[in-house]
C-alpha cells in the first residue's frame, strides 16, 4: 500500500482522466457501474433472505455485496459515487474546473440509474429472483426501511455511506496488485451495508425492485433519491476528497 501522498495523486489523475473520457465510454462504463452495484445487491438479497437473521444474515449478506464495486474498479466502469470523492479532488487541485465536476456526475448519475433500474426489471422482477417468496419480502422490506426514512435521516445516511465508499475507491488506489484492491474495498462496502447507510444508486436497484413488485412507489423513489444523493455527494467529495486534499496537498505542493 503507498502512502496517503501518492494515493492523493493517484486520484487527482484518476478524476482528470474520467473527465477526459469520450462521451459514449462514460455512458457505456455508467451503465456497466450501476448494473454491477445492482447485481451486487441483488447477490446481497438472494443470500441473505434465504438465511434466518439470527443467523448472521445481515453479514453474510453484505460480504456478497462488495463485489459489484471491485466488478467496477478492476474491471471497468463508471460509478458516480465513487467520482464524487475522485474527480473532486481533481477540482479541488485546479485540474478541472468545477463546471466539469457537476456535469460529469450528472450524466454518470443517469447512466448508472439506467443500468441499476434494468437490472431491477430484468434480473429481479422478469427472471423472478425478486418476485416470489421470502425474496419479494426482503426486497419490500428493506425498500421500506430505506423510504420510511425522514429526509434529513436519509441524508445523514447518505454521508456515512459515501465516507465508506469514498475510501474504498481511495485504498483501491493505493493497492499495488488486484488482490490488495480487493482487500481495500471489500471491508469499507461491506460495513457500510452491514451498518445499513443509504448509497444512492443501490438505492436505484432496491426501490425500483419493490416497485415492480408492487411494494413502493416512483414518487417515494424519487424522494428518498434526493436527500440520499447529496449526502452520499458530501460523503464523498467533503469527507474524503476535501479531507485529503486539504491534509496532503503540502507535501505535493498543489496549489
Not at 492523493?8 to 455508467?30: F, M, R
Not at 453484505?62 to 463508471?78: D, K, R
Request: proline share 3%; net charge positive; with cysteine.
Amino acid at each position: 500500500m503507498t502512502n496517503p501522498e501518492v494515493i492523493l495523486q493517484t486520484s487527482i489523475e484518476k478524476g482528470v482522466g474520467k473527465i477526459g473520457k469520450p462521451w459514449l465510454a462514460k455512458w457505456l462504463l455508467g451503465f456497466v457501474g450501476g448494473a454491477m452495484i445492482a447485481l451486487g445487491f441483488l447477490a446481497d438479497i438472494r443470500v441473505s433472505a434465504a438465511i434466518p437473521a439470527s443467523g448472521g444474515s445481515t453479514l453474510i449478506g453484505a460480504s456478497v455485496f462488495p463485489i459489484g464495486l471491485i466488478v467496477i474498479l478492476l474491471a471497468g466502469g463508471e460509478l458516480v459515487t465513487g467520482n464524487m470523492m475522485a474527480v473532486s479532488t481533481a477540482a479541488f487541485a485546479k485540474r478541472i474546473r468545477w463546471g466539469a465536476f457537476w456535469q460529469n456526475l450528472a450524466l454518470i448519475t443517469v447512466a448508472n440509474l439506467i443500468g441499476a433500474i434494468a437490472v431491477a426489471f430484468c434480473f429481479g422482477h422478469f427472471v423472478g429472483l425478486t418476485h416470489t417468496g421470502v425474496f419479494k419480502t426482503a426486497v419490500i422490506t428493506m425498500a421500506q426501511g430505506k423510504i420510511q426514512a425522514s429526509f434529513w435521516q436519509s441524508l445523514v445516511s447518505g454521508i456515512g455511506c459515501n465516507w465508506f465508499v469514498g475510501l474504498a475507491v481511495w485504498l483501491s488506489f493505493g493497492a499495488k496488485d488486484a488482490a490488495g484492491k480487493i482487500m481495500g474495498v471489500w471491508f469499507p462496502i461491506m460495513i457500510f451495508v452491514a451498518t445499513g447507510f443509504q448509497h444512492s444508486i443501490a438505492n436505484a436497484f432496491l426501490i425500483p425492485a419493490a416497485i415492480f413488485e408492487g411494494g413502493a412507489t416512483w414518487s417515494q423513489f424519487a424522494l428518498n433519491l434526493l436527500p440520499v444523493y447529496l449526502g452520499n455527494i458530501i460523503g464523498g467529495a467533503i469527507f474524503v476528497g476535501a479531507l485529503y486534499y486539504y491534509s496532503y496537498r503540502q507535501a505535493l505542493k498543489v496549489s
